[in-house]
């Protein structure tokens, strides 16, 4: 460098200037490493003087200095053991590596080892670690070190890299090196939860201990803390490797308010959900507390892994630009959570072939078809629905290969359910069962909603008590009523008469036997001597009421065959059927033992019909030879005055004959009318074109003022060769079509038009009637009268009444 001064300066002045200059890499050598000064005379150039000076030794800096954390599995969260990789070019030949943390602090090279070859940790103080590492000039060096710890909180880093000699020489170094990498904070998940919505959300519908399943939809719940405040437009991502995360309900909240923080889903890539926050940040705590914290919630597909240690989840906060992948995100906790205990989706099959019926109130023999899958339990836990219950041994069969040691009634369950305890063979169940068959006790009706007709089975281990799996047979077995099952009785409060009942048996019942029939306390049942009519049950009976329990039985000496069965019992009923139960009947069919066969729960009886006072006269029969003309007499006699105000309108009087009987009436005339005259409808009064059913249409007007009386008809019918088991007439006393319909009544007790069904139990085929002989001479060709022509009482028809009324009504 050369300096012209504008004028001479004097001998022995100081000269004083600056000049700026750039430092060599190294020191030079010392034979040049000198500063050499010479003055010049201006005009001649000849060299006045001149002096060298020793410079400066110059400390070399490291080029392109690197550090990076490394690794795809290597946690970098603050706090956590990492591993990084330091590079550089050095200007001098060095044997060792001085590396010194120095931001954020908490860094820790303790049980740190360097990984690349030729390389080792020598010394460690805490934030400073020694490499032996032999470096040469220009050539870049690598340097890996993993175990260390990272700093604390999180955010930029400064380093100081310092070369040195063997003899502790320093040779280069890089000084509050800033250029590294920013330290991800520490995310923790402070608390987590799996559910199953399904059933979590209603524990009253699924009882019991219901562990999430593998393969299953559920629901994910993540506490977490975080070291690193997250800003609007910071992206937080969630993903798991086994796990299929989905963005279905995916939301956020501040803890412990529960305020929803404004996040949107932004993308969904390989399972990875991904969120941006939205005007409000993420703040974060400090170390060591726990508030405030997030609650982080998404569905997910379980994957088919029990063991929770097999899977992880991993949450990031991010900003845009980490979310590359180029940076490192905000704060992470580094997959190093892992997933949750899953139990096996076991199948559970209950059967009763071959339609998957059973009887009411019996104990059933059923199939129970256990597939453990993955799992091995030798102990397992049968909830039945709501309602039904286990016997106390309920072992039937052990199944193919004995795979079953015991079945027994263990407990009700919170819910109000039965449970059964099972025990399997040493080894437990290794595969699906075949034919193991239970004994339940079924109840007397379906569950009234699907949900407690679910049958549940809990896999355990007993060594551990754990369980393993569960599973579900939602459809199950269904209650099937004793089918025929009918009750029939007037209804009329406080009149006595014929209450019938009938069913059909589905099986034989042997001898002592017994058929109960649980009825309305507020019914009035006399069963004993002549108050019995045993109709088709045959044999010698016996008819035992307990009116304060409200049911009666009927004990059978003989066996009785499968098929329709029916008997009739003289009933009172009341002004009101105002027992808890409502107007239900129920009919049980029980073995010698007690057992119960079949049974129907829930079979309704007639309605309480106020504002006509009537009772059905005697059935009449002239003849019951097989396959003959009879002729047959019924009635009812109206035992009051009809209400002035608003009385029941009677219309039809319909007359059912019991099965394979057929009335044969073709003309008004073949119907002869007894006693007080009925008020026939105008025109067509008559409607036989059923067999089984013959009609009378009667004036509306005329009866709202029928007058007391007892009023019989007779109409001719051929008796079957075999006489039903059902062998019981109907007369059913209908009221007026609604408006706008013109229909005739079906004579169906449960018909909305029937006001009142009488019940007439029938005869014996060669049986004869008491009062025949006085009916049929009284009801002569010369002295009966056919309906509508003529005066409805002439003298004839009185006397005809006088000499009918002696015999039946003394």
């Given at each position: 460098?050369?300096?012209?001064?504008?004028?001479?300066?004097?001998?022995?002045?100081?000269?004083?200037?600056?000049?700026?200059?750039?430092?060599?890499?190294?020191?030079?050598?010392?034979?040049?490493?000198?500063?050499?000064?010479?003055?010049?005379?201006?005009?001649?150039?000849?060299?006045?003087?001149?002096?060298?000076?020793?410079?400066?030794?110059?400390?070399?800096?490291?080029?392109?200095?690197?550090?990076?954390?490394?690794?795809?599995?290597?946690?970098?969260?603050?706090?956590?053991?990492?591993?990084?990789?330091?590079?550089?070019?050095?200007?001098?030949?060095?044997?060792?590596?001085?590396?010194?943390?120095?931001?954020?602090?908490?860094?820790?090279?303790?049980?740190?080892?360097?990984l690349t070859e030729g390389h080792e940790i020598v010394t460690t103080s805490l934030d400073k670690a020694r490499v032996r590492a032999s470096v040469f000039s220009g050539v870049t060096a690598n340097i890996v070190i993993d175990g260390f710890k990272l700093g604390q909180i999180g955010g930029p880093t400064t380093f100081d890299l310092v070369t040195k000699l063997n003899n502790g020489?320093?040779?280069?170094?890089?000084?509050?090196?800033?250029?590294?990498?920013?330290?991800?904070?520490?995310?923790?998940?402070?608390?987590?939860?799996?559910?199953?919505?399904?059933?979590?959300?209603?524990?009253?519908?699924?009882?019991?201990?219901?562990?999430?399943?593998?393969?299953?939809?559920?629901?994910?719940?993540?506490?977490?803390?975080?070291?690193?405040?997250?800003?609007?437009?910071?992206?937080?991502?969630?993903?798991?490797?086994?796990?299929?995360?989905?963005?279905?309900?995916?939301?956020?909240?501040?803890?412990?308010?529960?305020?929803?923080?404004?996040?949107e889903v932004v993308s969904y890539v390989d399972g990875t959900i991904v969120a941006q926050l939205r005007g409000t940040a993420m703040q974060m705590t400090v170390p060591g507390f726990e508030n405030p914290s997030y609650e982080v919630s998404c569905s997910v597909r379980t994957p088919n892994l029990p063991r929770a240690e097999d899977s992880n989840f991993r949450i990031d906060l991010?900003?845009?630009?980490?979310?590359?992948?180029?940076?490192?995100?905000?704060?992470?906790?580094?997959?190093?959570?892992?997933?949750?205990?899953?139990?096996?989706?076991?199948?559970?099959?209950?059967?009763?072939?071959?339609?998957?019926?059973?009887?009411?109130?019996?104990?059933?023999?059923?199939?129970?078809?256990?597939?453990?899958?993955?799992?091995?339990?030798?102990?397992?836990?049968?909830?039945?629905?709501?309602?039904?219950?286990?016997?106390?041994?309920?072992?039937?069969?052990?199944?193919?290969?004995?795979?079953?040691?015991?079945?027994?009634?263990?407990?009700?369950?919170?819910?109000?359910?039965?449970?059964?305890?099972?025990?399997?063979?040493?080894?437990?169940?290794?595969?699906?069962?075949?034919?193991?068959?239970?004994?339940?006790?079924?109840?007397?009706?379906?569950?009234?909603?699907?949900?407690?007709?679910?049958?549940?089975?809990?896999?355990?281990?007993?060594?551990?008590?754990?369980?393993?799996?569960?599973?579900?047979?939602?459809?199950?077995?269904?209650?099937?009523?004793?089918?025929?099952?009918?009750?029939?009785?007037?209804?009329?409060?406080?009149?006595?008469?014929?209450?019938?009942?009938?069913?059909?048996?589905?099986?034989?019942?042997?001898?002592?036997?017994?058929?109960?029939?649980?009825?309305?306390?507020?019914?009035?049942?006399?069963?004993?001597?002549?108050?019995?009519?045993?109709?088709?049950?045959?044999?010698?009976?016996?008819?035992?009421?307990?009116?304060?329990?409200?049911?009666?039985?009927?004990?059978?000496?003989?066996?009785?065959?499968?098929?329709?069965?029916?008997?009739?019992?003289?009933?009172?009923?009341?002004?009101?059927?105002?027992?808890?139960?409502?107007?239900?009947?129920?009919?049980?069919?029980?073995?010698?033992?007690?057992?119960?066969?079949?049974?129907?729960?829930?079979?309704?009886?007639?309605?309480?019909?106020?504002?006509?006072?009537?009772?059905?006269?005697?059935?009449?029969?002239?003849?019951?030879?097989?396959?003959?003309?009879?002729?047959?007499?019924?009635?009812?006699?109206?035992?009051?005055?009809?209400?002035?105000?608003?009385?029941?309108?009677?219309?039809?009087?319909?007359?059912?004959?019991?099965?394979?009987?057929?009335?044969?009436?073709?003309?008004?005339?073949?119907?002869?009318?007894?006693?007080?005259?009925?008020?026939?409808?105008?025109?067509?009064?008559?409607?036989?074109?059923?067999?089984?059913?013959?009609?009378?249409?009667?004036?509306?007007?005329?009866?709202?003022?029928?007058?007391?009386?007892?009023?019989?008809?007779?109409?001719?019918?051929?008796?079957?060769?075999?006489?039903?088991?059902?062998?019981?007439?109907?007369?059913?006393?209908?009221?007026?079509?609604?408006?706008?319909?013109?229909?005739?009544?079906?004579?169906?007790?449960?018909?909305?038009?029937?006001?009142?069904?009488?019940?007439?139990?029938?005869?014996?085929?060669?049986?004869?009637?008491?009062?025949?002989?006085?009916?049929?001479?009284?009801?002569?060709?010369?002295?009966?009268?056919?309906?509508?022509?003529?005066?409805?009482?002439?003298?004839?028809?009185?006397?005809?009444?006088?000499?009918?009324?002696?015999?039946?009504?003394?």
């Amino acid at each position: 460098t050369k300096t012209r001064e504008p004028l001479d300066t004097p001998a022995m002045r100081v000269i004083k200037f600056r000049i700026d200059v750039k430092n060599p890499a190294k020191t030079p050598h010392a034979m040049l490493n000198h500063w050499i000064i010479t003055h010049y005379n201006g005009l001649s150039g000849k060299i006045m003087s001149t002096a060298a000076y020793l410079s400066w030794n110059i400390i070399p800096q490291l080029a392109n200095p690197f550090i990076q954390l490394i690794g795809d599995n290597v946690n970098k969260a603050a706090g956590t053991k990492s591993r990084m990789a330091i590079s550089f070019v050095p200007i001098n030949d060095a044997d060792q590596l001085e590396v010194w943390a120095k931001l954020p602090a908490g860094f820790d090279f303790t049980g740190s080892q360097a990984l690349t070859e030729g390389h080792e940790i020598v010394t460690t103080s805490l934030d400073k670690a020694r490499v032996r590492a032999s470096v040469f000039s220009g050539v870049t060096a690598n340097i890996v070190i993993d175990g260390f710890k990272l700093g604390q909180i999180g955010g930029p880093t400064t380093f100081d890299l310092v070369t040195k000699l063997n003899n502790g020489e320093k040779m280069d170094e890089a000084l509050a090196f800033t250029g590294g990498f920013v330290l991800p904070g520490n995310l923790k998940i402070i608390g987590q939860s799996i559910v199953d919505s399904k059933y979590a959300m209603n524990p009253k519908d699924y009882p019991g201990e219901r562990n999430v399943r593998m393969m299953a939809l559920a629901t994910v719940k993540f506490r977490i803390v975080f070291t690193r405040q997250a800003e609007p437009g910071d992206l937080i991502a969630v993903s798991s490797q086994h796990y299929t995360m989905l963005p279905a309900d995916f939301i956020i909240r501040r803890l412990p308010t529960g305020a929803i923080v404004s996040a949107e889903v932004v993308s969904y890539v390989d399972g990875t959900i991904v969120a941006q926050l939205r005007g409000t940040a993420m703040q974060m705590t400090v170390p060591g507390f726990e508030n405030p914290s997030y609650e982080v919630s998404c569905s997910v597909r379980t994957p088919n892994l029990p063991r929770a240690e097999d899977s992880n989840f991993r949450i990031d906060l991010q900003t845009p630009g980490s979310a590359s992948g180029k940076q490192l995100p905000l704060n992470t906790n580094d997959g190093r959570d892992v997933g949750f205990r899953l139990v096996e989706n076991v199948q559970l099959k209950m059967s009763k072939p071959p339609s998957n019926e059973a009887p009411p109130m019996a104990e059933v023999d059923v199939e129970m078809k256990v597939d453990p899958r993955s799992t091995k339990p030798d102990e397992l836990y049968l909830m039945a629905p709501l309602l039904f219950n286990f016997t106390e041994d309920c072992l039937v069969r052990r199944g193919t290969g004995d795979v079953i040691k015991s079945c027994q009634f263990w407990r009700m369950d919170a819910s109000g359910r039965a449970v059964a305890r099972i025990l399997t063979k040493a080894g437990g169940l290794t595969a699906a069962t075949d034919y193991v068959v239970i004994r339940i006790i079924t109840p007397g009706d379906n569950p009234a909603e699907d949900k407690d007709k679910v049958w549940f089975i809990d896999a355990r281990e007993s060594a551990t008590g754990m369980q393993v799996g569960w599973g579900e047979d939602p459809v199950g077995l269904s209650i099937r009523q004793m089918s025929g099952a009918q009750v029939v009785f007037s209804g009329v409060p406080q009149v006595s008469g014929q209450m019938s009942v009938q069913f059909y048996s589905p099986e034989k019942v042997d001898e002592g036997g017994k058929i109960r029939v649980i009825y309305p306390r507020s019914i009035v049942i006399l069963c004993d001597g002549a108050f019995f009519n045993g109709v088709s049950v045959e044999g010698d009976v016996t008819c035992y009421n307990n009116g304060k329990e409200g049911r009666f039985d009927i004990e059978m000496k003989r066996p009785m065959p499968p098929g329709l069965q029916a008997f009739t019992v003289t009933a009172t009923p009341p002004d009101a059927v105002d027992d808890p139960g409502g107007n239900i009947f129920k009919i049980l069919i029980y073995t010698k033992e007690g057992k119960v066969v079949d049974a129907a729960m829930s079979v309704l009886g007639n309605r309480i019909q106020h504002g006509i006072t009537v009772s059905a006269l005697p059935l009449i029969w002239s003849a019951s030879d097989p396959g003959r003309q009879t002729s047959i007499s019924v009635g009812f006699e109206l035992l009051a005055d009809m209400p002035a105000k608003d009385p029941p309108i009677m219309s039809e009087i319909v007359v059912t004959v019991p099965v394979t009987f057929e009335q044969v009436v073709t003309r008004a005339s073949h119907i002869e009318m007894l006693g007080d005259p009925l008020p026939l409808r105008t025109g067509m009064w008559l409607a036989v074109k059923d067999p089984r059913r013959l009609k009378i249409l009667l004036d509306e007007r005329a009866t709202r003022t029928l007058p007391m009386g007892r009023y019989r008809f007779n109409f001719p019918a051929i008796v079957p060769t075999k006489m039903p088991k059902y062998n019981v007439f109907h007369v059913t006393i209908c009221g007026p079509n609604p408006p706008g319909k013109n229909d005739t009544c079906t004579g169906d007790p449960q018909d909305p038009r029937a006001l009142t069904t009488f019940p007439l139990a029938g005869f014996a085929l060669g049986e004869s009637n008491p009062v025949a002989n006085q009916y049929m001479a009284a009801a002569s060709p010369g002295r009966r009268r056919t309906a509508p022509a003529g005066s409805w009482l002439p003298a004839l028809s009185v006397l005809l009444l006088a000499v009918f009324s002696r015999a039946l009504w003394p």
